[in-house]
């Protein structure tokens, strides 16, 4: 099957034996597809290694030949964002959850759209945890995971005073008020999750109560195994606010 002209965004790519590259890419039509881009070195092909830097905008041809696609061209469809630091951080983030939940060749234009979206966010480099929380819910979503952010598991509508355990299965689940203060820490307000529904960015308090709760619904998508990036990131709620 030949791809032409195929928009996609590059999520990784890795030497492969002396001259060739290995790229994943997430396209609009296609899903997550992985790329050989053989013959990339020498300084006639400056341009295409360029074009297959991480975070880049492309278009591309390519032949599909079993769980790979041989690449034949690929252009930038715009310079890539200079991140640098937290950004850096959340760029690489972005781009792990998406290689390791997002299925091979299932075609998900919503998860596409939210990437463009969150790469542009990263680039302005201010809210990094919103525009970090805005993408796990979008994934979420996408990926047919995601929840109602106005009610509980239960069926009532989340209380803004209250706080919710997030469970990956059933949604939000209200802590029962005569839990200690300790049981408390590390689980997220009913004002942050209703916001986090509405796409309206909550205090920052609230903002960083939505932290601990998403990574654990990720945590268990992942199969239990985490991510790289998260021992990376270290505390971005707290430092990007």
Known sequence: MRLDDQPAYVLHARPWRETSLLVEALTLEH?????????VHGPKKQALRAALQPLQSIRFDAVMSGELAQLRRAESQDAAPRLHGQAMLAAFYVNELVLR????????PELYDAYGQVRAQLAGASALAWALRRFERDLLDALGFGFDWTCAA???PLDPAARYRLDPQEGPLRLLSERSTAER??????AALLALGEDRMPDAADLASLRPQMRAVLLH???GRGLKSWEMLGDLSARSE
Request: net charge positive; hydrophobic share 35%; aromatic share 0%.
């Open 154 to 156: 239960d069926g009532q």
């Open 185 to 190: 820490r590390g689980l997220a307000t009913g």
């Open 101 to 108: 939940l997002a299925p091979r060749q299932d075609p998900l």
């Open 31 to 39: 899903g997550r597809i992985g790329l050989l881009a053989r013959g």
């Open 221 to 223: 998508h992942l199969g």
